[in-house]
């Protein structure tokens, strides 16, 4: 990716030297497809601006894969992202961190999903590889989330599937998604989206605060000075590495639970408010 803002961090030698660092969910904290905004507005924009100003990292933790970050994300120009729900973390253009799907195991996984009949997509951080790519409700998920359909391609047999960060799968209907979580829930780490219609599968204990602890120790980050948005379940890991994690005023029950302070929504500017009461920024 090109393009980036990088006056946050100092270049000492081999060492940079930031403020801190503030970590954003993108689905439902930087937009929201339920109040029709599919674009940073105004205000985040500018908080995020004010953060790097003042030397602050400015990082998307997702549980989207690199390739399908949309282009409104690449142009608030971040200093790296965490993408793959802690999978994949990549700074200033470099990976500082990936772990990645043990072949023979994504094979077992493949082989139980395939006899069900049950679509999904292998994530990687340069492709998303779609078991049927035509399916209705892979589709439908690609429409609601606005996903960028360059970057998924139909499975090959031939794919060597190293490098796999994450599995989304898709199942025919919410039913059929809850059955399957609880069948997989004792192997993998597994996270339903909000149309409940799909669910990602990660390995056991990789989560978004795994990814936020390589940032913080591969740049010395005092963690008096971190800070985490965020709004669904997928985000709990990321708001409890942080000291100061901020739930969206639009938010799971669950977050609630380890979230510091719950901000307003996406639409009422809940990132800018946030960081001015917290007197962040000014």
């Not at 025919?172 to 998604?177: E, G, H, K, Q, R």
């Amino acid at each position: 990716m090109s393009g980036f803002h990088y006056n946050t961090v100092v270049l000492t030698g081999d060492t940079y030297m930031a403020e801190g660092a503030v970590f954003f969910d993108y689905d439902g904290t930087l937009v929201d497809e339920r109040e029709g905004i599919y674009t940073p507005i105004e205000k985040t924009i500018e908080a995020i601006r004010k953060l790097q100003d003042k030397g602050f990292l400015c990082l998307l933790a997702t549980g989207r894969a690199l390739n399908y970050v949309p282009q409104a994300v690449k142009d608030l120009r971040l200093d790296g992202f965490i993408c793959s729900n802690g999978a994949y973390v990549t700074v200033h253009d470099t990976c500082i961190f990936q772990d990645v799907f043990d072949k023979r195991e994504l094979c077992v996984l493949m082989r139980e999903m395939d006899t069900a009949h049950i679509n999904y997509f292998l994530e990687s951080y340069a492709k998303c590889y779609v078991k049927d790519i035509a399916e209705r409700h892979f589709q439908d998920l690609v429409h609601s989330f606005k996903l960028p359909s360059d970057a998924f391609v139909p499975l090959s047999e031939s794919l060597n599937m190293e490098g796999i960060e994450k599995i989304t799968i898709i199942p025919s209907d919410s039913a059929v998604t809850k059955r399957w979580m609880r069948k997989l829930q004792d192997r993998y780490d597994c996270c339903r989206n909000r149309h409940e219609t799909s669910f990602d599968i990660g390995k056991k204990h990789m989560h978004k605060g795994i990814g936020v602890d390589k940032v913080l120790t591969h740049f010395d980050i005092p963690f008096a000075k971190t800070y985490a948005f965020g709004d669904g379940t997928n985000d709990i890991g990321l708001l409890k590495h942080v000291c100061h994690g901020i739930a969206m005023g639009i938010h799971t029950e669950e977050l609630s639970d380890v979230a510091q302070i719950i901000t307003t929504s996406v639409k009422e500017e809940g990132i800018y408010h946030a960081l001015k009461e917290m007197e962040v920024i000014a």
